[in-house]
């Protein structure tokens, strides 16, 4: 199995900033590609932004200039520097990792629990 933790959600007012982190652990031979995802109430879930092992990376065009993602591959870790916030980047962030497993290279995709997100002042 494996297991995406995030951390770092919260409450801040429009135009602060807030960190997430996500450590995926377990039987990992390797991540392909790491994202993060929102949904906001009454909405569907939307891909914030995307990186592969290879550090390419992509965003949706309401956050260019605002977000930043990164990882770590030594960690199995990414990040997600949020600035600028405005209130409708309010939502449940999650984290999600597509790669192989421990021992035969069987493919997975996993998702964390979600963190809340507020922007509001």
């Known amino acids: 199995q494996v297991q995406l933790v995030e951390s770092g959600g919260g409450l801040v007012q429009p135009g602060g900033s807030l960190r997430l982190s996500c450590a995926a652990s377990?039987?990992?031979?390797?991540?392909?590609?790491m994202g993060w995802y929102r949904q906001a109430p009454g909405k569907q879930r939307e891909l914030v932004a995307s990186?592969?092992?290879?550090?390419?990376?992509n965003y949706r065009e309401s956050v260019k200039g605002r977000f930043t993602i990164s990882r770590d591959n030594a960690k199995n870790s990414v990040y997600l520097q949020m600035n600028s916030l405005k209130a409708e980047d309010t939502a449940v962030y999650s984290c999600?990792?597509?790669?192989?497993?421990?021992?035969?290279?069987?493919?997975?995709?996993?998702w964390g629990q979600g963190t809340q997100v507020t922007v509001s002042s």
């Open positions: 999600n990792a597509d790669g192989r497993r421990w021992p035969l290279g069987t493919t997975f995709t996993s």
């Open positions: 377990g039987n990992i031979l390797s991540i392909n590609v």
């Open positions: 990186i592969t092992s290879g550090g390419n990376t």
